[in-house]
């Protein structure tokens, strides 16, 4: 089974975020083991975004192990469709990549480190989105992707 | 105040985003009326796909006033920035265009008919998101619209 990692910065707040991720994470476990491994936001207070992101992508780099497949969720990455996702998603099921391992970064953005590591990049939309609604959308995709994967109706 | 209607097929059965819609309601609220109409989704059980589509059109169509401001929600759509979406906004709020009002599809799509009297298309992401979640993020970027218009800082 395929092992996901999901590298997200912060905690949720929102319950209703929190449901919908816990929703998505029990719908996916049928088709892949999927982890959240949440990092903490950096505590500076007056520091520059970059010290800020430095230390952020820091905490998740100190999580990576060798071997870890690294996407970055980045607004500057390549847009895919849903069809197309599941398909990224299938090439490394079928060429046995695992684990892979998704990063959201927090409310500032991604640190140059993480962009350094990362083989791929991928961008959800246009649209800047919060980071909690960027888990949700996530999850989703990735089991709308292995619905297309496994042919399997999906009409939600 | 800027007047703004959500025309949305089908009801929100995910209890999580119901609240997620109903939070957004309520931050929106000191920056536009923003009502959300929910038309029924077909019942037919055995046509063609595009009789449904025929049908759910037929709903919204009956319920929109001339003067309303059409904008389709639609994968085929033009592509914002954040920041693109929040001057569209504010190009509404400026000419005094108002209401201005989005269509979101049921599971299956849009019907030709709203395609032909929508004044624009907007796309919020390449990829396909269930009709719940395209409520959730079209309310978010409304409002992250605003808070950009009013310069206000929004870190979530």
Not at 1 to 12: D, P, Q
Not at 111 to 132: P, V, W, Y
Request: positive net charge.
């Amino acid at each position: 089974m395929l092992k996901i990692n999901v590298y997200a910065v912060g905690t949720i707040k929102e319950k209703f975020y929190r449901d919908a991720i816990n929703e998505y994470l029990k719908r996916l476990s049928r088709f892949a083991k999927v982890e959240i491994i949440e990092t903490p936001e950096s505590k500076i207070q007056n520091g520059s975004i970059e010290a800020i992101l430095n230390e952020e992508a820091n905490h998740i780099l100190k999580k990576i192990k060798p071997g870890e497949y690294v996407i970055l969720v980045d607004l500057h990455g390549k847009e895919y469709s849903s069809e197309d996702f599941s398909e990224y998603i299938k090439r490394h099921l079928d060429s046995g990549t695992s684990p892979i391992s998704f990063i959201i970064g927090g409310t500032l953005g991604l640190g140059n480190e993480l962009r350094n590591i990362a083989k791929d990049k991928i961008c959800l939309s246009k649209m800047t989105f919060t980071h909690q609604m960027t888990r949700v959308i996530l999850l989703e995709q990735i089991y709308r992707g292995f619905k297309i994967i496994n042919n399997e109706s999906y009409h939600h």
